[in-house]
T-cell receptor, first 113, second 111 residues
Framework: DAGVIQSPRHEVTEMGQEVTLRCKPI?????LFWYRQTMMRGLELLIY????????DSGMPEDRFSAKMPNASFSTLKIQPSEPRDSAVYFC???????????FGQGTRLTVV | GEDVEQSLFLSVREGDSSVINCTYT??????LYWYKQEPGAGLQLLTY?????DMKQDQRLTVLLNKKDKHLSLRIADTQTGDSAIYFC???????????FGSGTRLQVQP
């Protein structure tokens, strides 16, 4: 398996623009997690899904952030409108029922100018 | 709520042992993990320990768990320059699916 695949690897956008980050979990994994990593706050959980259903979105910072999982092999994290303070590395991770070990993608480095 | 704390930085000389420490608050954690993040990369699992164990050894890595004090440590023997990275400890409390991570310890290995 290729592991968790995220795209794009880098994104630079202007303040106010919509940004969409993409994730393909490992095949057969039924849990998907979105994390955000910043220098100030470390690695924070934003939201996670089980069988494509959002289970806990309490970490989503505000209404500008939304996440979807239309099928078992794809998820998006959207920020609209984006702000400079959203600049961070966004990680997607997945796992399956038999483990709590999280398998991480390479991350998307987002810069909002 | 759950909290995981780590020191931010550790510098050692090549060949020395490194010890990275972590404290956590959730006593119901069933597994505790150590992840490694190299520059520009995602997090990779290094090792983990089940909460009913107090030690686990895996080649150059030794994990010690003091459940009473809620203290976890990772010892890297014969530290190499390739070990330079950020090390995260993480835990999962009972009933929680997602891992809670510490802030990460940046290990710098001097040649």
């Amino acid at each position: 398996d290729a592991g968790v695949i995220q795209s794009p690897r880098h994104e630079v956008t202007e303040m106010g623009q919509e940004v969409t980050l993409r994730c393909k979990p490992i095949s057969g994994h039924d849990y998907l997690f979105w994390y955000r990593q910043t220098m100030m706050r470390g690695l924070e959980l934003l939201i996670y899904f089980n069988n494509n259903v959002p289970i806990d979105d309490s970490g989503m910072p505000e209404d500008r952030f939304s996440a979807k999982m239309p099928n078992a092999s794809f998820s998006t994290l959207k920020i609209q409108p984006s702000e400079p303070r959203d600049s961070a590395v966004y990680f997607c991770a997945s796992n399956w029922q038999g483990t709590t070990e999280a398998f991480f993608g390479q991350g998307t480095r987002l810069t909002v100018v | 709520g759950e909290d995981v704390e780590q020191s931010l930085f550790l510098s050692v000389r090549e060949g020395d042992s490194s010890v990275i420490n972590c404290t956590y608050t959730d006593s119901s954690s069933t597994y505790l993990y150590w992840y490694k993040q190299e520059p520009g990369a995602g997090l990779q699992l290094l090792t983990y320990i089940f909460s009913n164990m107090d030690m686990k050894q895996d080649q150059r890595l030794t994990v010690l768990l003091n459940k009473k004090d809620k203290h976890l440590s990772l010892r890297i023997a014969d530290t190499q320059t390739g070990d330079s990275a950020i090390y995260f400890c993480a835990e999962n409390g009972t009933g929680r699916r997602a891992l809670t991570f510490g802030s990460g310890t940046r290990l710098q290995v001097q040649p």
